[in-house]
């Protein structure tokens, strides 16, 4: 588990970020107070970028690496200001960015350096006096239209926190509820994640919370229906079913009065054909080694994973463009800390959208040299401390989000100019409209 902790900011986790390509803030010690004002980062613009024949990409998609790794420094400051903020105030409530702390936080972790903010915290729901801690993170991020985009970022659990995720995706999430696990269960010989769910159709049941430990009688089954390997994700996919045996879980009916009146039927529906309760996509990748990135095939199985779970998600900003406001079923996504890979994931799969949506299209007229892709790092670290851990992890989203404009441009859907112009390497295409690029998404 990597312990390198440059601290950051105090702004707060739904703050507008102001960082931009041509910003650089110096190292002072943590005693000082901290300089947060933009410092210097060189633009690199290629030179063949202004031909016709060569996409004209926007200003944070052709920084250098130099460029980039500056940009990540200043994020690890800011980070390292807030811990130190976190860890130095004297009333811990009074900061936004103080760390929960305590013995049963420390038999419930699985690293002793990473922990939720107290401010931001899933809670588990149980009965009044008892501890409800889990090592999880509520993350928001903001859409244009008001549209917010909601995950929970998690960590690995134990074996004997294995009920507890149970507890926490019966709680916080509808039917289908979407699971990714960016991690094997041992690499280079260490546990980094306890096998939480039933391991072959050979032993398909699960019985969860068998010694009813918070007394409020709630049990459940969890049941493996099918179990394949997907060549396209390049992930263990398994489709499961969590069944409640007794007591009830409070905020279950919360989840259950922010369904629309469609996820309530098609439930409904299921209901009606067999007893099937919170039906759960599961998704293993494996490709992912812990502080590193995805390479070749598994590097586009991820993105194809990114799209696979938005469409196994009813309320998804990418694929029901006509969905709530607000997302109510938070995919549940984890590694091993919860943090590197993790964080990485949420943040391609924000960005990706934002793309998709036309965002960068022509980023450099509407925001100049703002550097989104550090925007929404920063936003992240507000609310989970060290997401996108690594170097390697944060030159990862710009390397993909560079490839994928290109390729959006090549067949001519970015849309450029004044009027709203299509641009791409062939043929001029016809102009668009301004309701195009309507529904961009920014990060909060």
């Given at each position: ?20 390509i ?24 290629s ?9 004209p ?5 052709r ?29 811990q409530?009074?900061s ?5 702390s ?16 107290q ?105 493996l ?20 045996r007794?007591?009830?879980?409070a ?42 990135i ?112 290109e ?9 450029v ?28």
């Amino acid at each position: 588990m990597a312990s390198h902790l440059h601290p950051s900011s105090s702004s707060s986790p739904t703050s507008q970020s102001s960082l931009s390509i041509d910003s650089r803030s110096s190292p002072v010690p943590l005693t000082s107070s901290v300089d947060t004002t933009p410092s210097r980062h060189q633009t690199r613009p290629s030179q063949s970028s202004t031909a016709d024949t060569e996409p004209p990409l926007p200003p944070f998609l052709r920084l250098s690496k130099s460029d980039i790794h500056n940009c990540f420094i200043d994020l690890e400051w800011l980070q390292r200001h807030r811990l130190a903020q976190g860890q130095l105030s004297n009333d811990q409530a009074a900061s936004q960015y103080a760390r929960v702390s305590g013995d049963v936080v420390i038999q419930r972790n699985r690293y002793m350096n990473v922990d939720p903010f107290q401010s931001n915290r899933v809670k588990l729901k149980v009965p009044e006096g008892v501890d409800d801690y889990i090592n999880a993170s509520p993350i928001v991020l903001v859409c244009n239209s008001g549209r917010k985009r909601r995950w929970i970022a998690t960590q690995g659990p134990k074996e004997t926190s294995t009920p507890h995720i149970w507890r926490m995706i019966a709680a916080e999430t509808t039917s289908p509820a979407i699971t990714i696990m960016l991690t094997q269960t041992h690499e280079s010989g260490r546990e980094k994640c306890f096998p939480y769910y039933p391991p072959s159709l050979d032993s398909p049941t699960l019985l969860i919370n068998e010694d009813d430990e918070f007394k409020d009688g709630f049990k459940a089954t969890l049941t493996l229906d099918k179990i394949i390997e997907d060549p396209e994700t390049r992930s263990t996919v398994r489709e499961m079913r969590l069944q409640s045996r007794g007591g009830t879980i409070a905020g279950d009916e919360a989840s259950q009065a922010t369904k629309s009146a469609e996820q309530e039927e098609l439930e409904d529906e299921e209901a009606n054909s067999e007893d099937s309760g919170k039906k759960i996509h599961h998704f293993l990748f494996g490709g992912w080694p812990d502080f590193l990135i995805p390479e070749g095939a598994d590097r586009a199985a991820l993105l194809s994973l990114i799209r696979r779970s938005n469409e196994l998600n009813d309320s998804s900003s990418t694929t029901s463009p006509s969905s709530p406001p607000d997302e109510s079923n938070p995919p549940i996504i984890h590694c091993s800390a919860g943090v590197g890979r993790s964080g990485t994931f949420i943040a391609l799969d924000f960005l990706l959208g934002e793309l998709e949506a036309g965002v960068y299209d022509d980023w450099a007229r509407a925001q100049g040299d703002k550097d989104p892709i550090a925007e929404c790092v920063d936003r992240l670290r507000c609310q989970r401390m060290m997401m996108v851990q690594g170097e390697g992890q944060f030159l990862f989203l710009y390397e993909v989000l560079r490839e994928r404009w290109e390729e959006r441009w090549r067949e001519g859907r970015v849309v450029v100019g004044e009027r709203g112009e299509k641009r791409g390497s062939e043929e001029e295409k016809p102009a668009g409209t301004k309701e195009a690029t309507k529904d961009r998404c920014v990060s909060s």
